[in-house]
């Protein structure tokens, strides 16, 4: 099965960037979306195949994907977007069709 | 506004049946695929089925294959999950969440709702 790694946490000061990578083999040739969950909440969708956002999630969330890592970059940290991030890719090979990343804490010194 | 809401969670013994339900609101639902996606405390999330927009193809992942059944009534504009023989590792706050249109992504996700599976 196809398998997506994450950092289990990282920190960052606040209004300093945040980058969270998520490796996967040859994921540069997927389509990779990111979700932000806060705790006792349902995750939402903050990047969309590798770099795009939904309306309504600020610039300062930015994604990039090529070869073996995609990226997750979070700009000009706020204390609010503390939480934990997935990766997700699509993978017909998979047991799990829609393969979710191990997940990233996020914590804002 | 947009919204799905989940319902029917609960505890249940080992080999015990739940079905969850998902109403949605606020969109057309017959025009999205949708999902059910799991978490377990403390872990992280999990796929668990997929259901076309019109419900003529269905994906489980492999850990619920035979045991679970999605549908959907879009005259209710509602989608089920059918949990039969229920074990302690399903055990999980579940989701129902909303295709995105021409991405394989989740835009829209409900509360979620707990299913405790122990003796």
């Known amino acids: 099965s196809y398998v997506l790694t994450q950092p289990p946490s990282v920190s960052v000061a606040p209004g300093q960037t945040a980058r969270i990578t998520c490796g996967g083999n040859?994921?540069?040739?997927?389509?990779v979306h990111w979700y932000q969950q806060k705790p006792g909440q349902a995750p939402v969708l903050v990047v969309y195949d590798d770099s795009d956002r939904p309306s309504g999630i600020p610039e300062r969330f930015s994604g990039s994907n090529s070869g073996n890592t995609a990226t997750l970059t979070i700009s000009r940290v706020e204390a609010g977007d503390e939480a934990d991030y997935y990766c997700?890719?699509?993978?017909?090979?998979?047991?799990?069709?829609?393969?979710f990343g191990t997940g990233t804490k996020v914590t804002v010194l | 506004q947009v919204q799905l809401v989940e319902s029917g969670g609960g505890l249940v013994k080992p080999g015990g049946s739940l079905r969850l339900s998902c109403a949605a609101s606020g969109f057309t639902f017959s025009d999205y695929y949708m999902s059910w996606i799991r978490q377990a405390p403390g872990k992280g999330l999990e796929w668990v089925s997929y259901i076309s927009s019109s419900g003529s193809t269905i994906y489980y992942a492999d850990s619920v294959k035979g045991r679970f059944t999605i549908s959907r009534d879009n005259a209710k504009n509602s989608l089920y999950l059918q949990m039969n023989s229920l074990r302690a590792e399903d055990t999980a706050v579940y989701y129902c969440?909303?295709?995105?249109?021409?991405?394989?992504?989740?835009?829209?996700w409900g509360q979620g709702t707990m299913v405790t599976v122990s003796s």
């Open positions: 040859n994921i540069g040739s997927k389509s």
């Open positions: 997700q890719v699509w993978d017909s090979s998979s047991d799990h069709y829609y393969v």
């Open positions: 969440a909303r295709g995105c249109k021409n991405v394989d992504a989740f835009d829209i």
